[in-house]
């Protein structure tokens, strides 16, 4: 464990290839769009799969990353790390698809997060799913899982965990002691988002928000871990001490407006390339 800097998002996945054919190559998309106003500064992916790797970004909110040179065959997966700088508090939105030879097959995949700030109300939620040390007080935070993909995506269970350490790989956390919140399969169809209130006792500023899904259709395969840090801009310090859940009433047709309008708007623009990442200036590693 150690600290990074807070804007720093996080998704570890493994991707199955279920096109029924043999890939030979990989591209995928990283956004942040849900809000107005969010850039994202830099972005990395990690894999041993592929030995090529070329990270473009496309916008001042977009990057995108092709990996080529080896063959996933059909059932085969792919491990994925990734992780995002932020200039803001905000949505990810990650979809990919697979070629062979440069040529589309299968449909796009994709998924999404978003940890709103924190905002006082609630019951203090349950301990089990709360690390501890996170502040006094009730608070709600705003949670919504995306399917930016084209086709529906199935939930087969969801985990959140508030917590004020940073767990380097997330499978480390004891997820088997984290009760989950979401426990029967549902399906979130494209462009729209599963939607959940996270009460928690303290604000957890300055920590992190864990969760972790599986999927009905590739249980074991594709488990994601999903890091989403809690923080506070200076520009959003005070937003706090005046609300409170009147504007959560609100929170789950917002999100499910603002992702439909995003897909509808993605007009990508040529940008700058490099093999290994584009990282922010001043980049804090674990320590």
């Not at 809000?35 to 995108?64: C, H, L, M, W």
């Not at 203090?124 to 919504?144: A, D, L, R, T």
């Amino acid at each position: 464990m150690g600290v990074r800097s807070p804007d720093a998002v996080r998704i570890q996945t493994t991707i199955r290839n279920q096109t029924g054919q043999t890939a030979n190559d990989f591209h995928a998309q990283v956004s942040a769009k849900v809000e107005k106003g969010t850039d994202i500064t830099g972005a990395r992916v990690s894999q041993n799969t592929f030995p090529n790797e070329t990270v473009n970004r496309t916008a001042s909110n977009t990057f995108e990353f092709d990996l080529s040179g080896a063959e996933v065959p059909n059932n085969g997966v792919m491990p994925l790390d990734m992780i995002v700088w932020l200039t803001q508090q905000n949505a990810i939105l990650f979809d990919w698809y697979w070629t062979r030879d440069g040529v589309p097959i299968g449909g796009r995949g994709g998924m999404g997060f978003r940890a709103g700030l924190p905002q006082p109300g609630g019951a203090g939620g349950n301990p089990g799913q709360q690390g501890g040390g996170g502040g006094g007080g009730n608070f709600v935070h705003g949670f919504s899982f995306y399917n930016p993909g084209d086709k529906p995506l199935s939930l087969l269970s969801l985990s959140i965990f508030a917590s004020m350490d940073y767990y380097e790989a997330m499978d480390q956390i004891n997820w088997g002691a984290v009760a989950p919140v979401l426990t029967s399969p549902t399906e979130v169809l494209p462009g729209q988002s599963w939607d959940y209130l996270f009460e928690t006792t303290g604000d957890y500023v300055n920590g992190h928000l864990y969760f972790m899904a599986s999927f009905v259709d590739d249980p074991e395969a594709q488990i994601v871990f999903g890091d989403h840090p809690v923080y506070v801009t200076p520009d959003t310090g005070g937003t706090l001490a005046i609300l409170g859940l009147g504007v959560l009433c609100l929170f789950a047709f917002a999100q499910r407006r603002r992702l439909v309008n995003w897909l509808a708007e993605k007009k990508p623009t040529p940008g700058v390339s490099r093999s290994d990442g584009i990282e922010p200036p001043g980049e804090r590693q674990a320590e």
